[in-house]
T-cell receptor, first 112, second 116 residues
């Protein structure tokens, strides 16, 4: 089915471990985004990408790394997870014309 | 830097009553404005969006919103709420100049409680 998928949907890890959250979209939209959602903060932009091999920092990029070797994939890596990175992570893509923004189902990450 | 303010963290409304959720933004350029709804444990669903034209926009589930440039506001309204409207509501602004897109800035959300 067409859409945005995220994996895993739930993840528990320990402080200091590396974790990669996957995001895959089937439309070949150029723009993709990673947000984190925390109580009292709404959603905040972590990183975004305008195309393959083009990425840029959002509001809260520290502690995260992204890559975009293929248009359809936009993985987010926590190189050394910290408890403050416990959150729900949403991936999104944008279709520019006609405009539409599409969100994935989210990944709930717990760092112990 | 752009910002979005949703001044009400929680709102309680009786079923059948009218609803207005407030949203104010601070943005340097002409904004693109959105309202999303999120049910517990679920993802985000777009209710409506405003890019240009008629400042009163209609969305899904009977919601509407009005863009008021002079007040930098984009308030969400519904004439009669249903128990199923209980959820978290997020206002967001974006900037898509020249085909570019640098992500959305979200408000912190308003939690809507429906009383029977």
């Amino acid at each position: 089915d067409a859409g945005i998928t995220q994996s895993p949907r739930y993840k528990i890890t320990e402080t200091g471990r590396q974790v990669t959250l996957m995001c895959h979209q089937t439309w070949s939209h150029s723009y993709m985004f990673w947000y984190r959602q925390d109580l009292g903060h709404g959603l905040r932009l972590i990183y975004y990408s305008a195309a393959a091999d083009i990425t840029d920092k959002g509001e809260v990029p520290d502690g995260y790394v992204v890559s975009r070797s293929k248009t359809e994939n936009f993985p987010l890596t926590l190189e050394s997870a910290t408890r403050s990175q416990t959150s729900v992570y949403f991936c999104a893509s944008i279709r520019l014309a006609p405009h539409g923004q599409f969100f994935g189902p989210g990944t709930r990450l717990t760092v112990l | 830097a752009q910002s979005v303010t949703q001044p009400d963290i929680h709102i309680t409304v009786s079923e059948g009553a009218s609803l207005e959720l407030r949203c104010n933004y601070s943005y340097g350029a002409t904004p693109y404005l959105f309202w999303y709804v999120q049910s517990p444990g679920q993802g985000l669903q777009l209710l409506l969006k405003y890019f240009s034209g008629d400042t009163l926009v209609q969305g899904i589930k009977g919601f509407e919103a009005e863009f008021k440039r002079s007040q930098s506001s984009f308030n969400l309204r519904k004439p009669s709420v249903h128990w199923s409207d209980a959820a978290e509501y997020f206002c967001a602004v974006g900037y898509f100049s020249g085909g570019g897109a640098d992500g959305l800035t979200f408000g912190k959300g308003t939690h809507l409680i429906i009383q029977p």
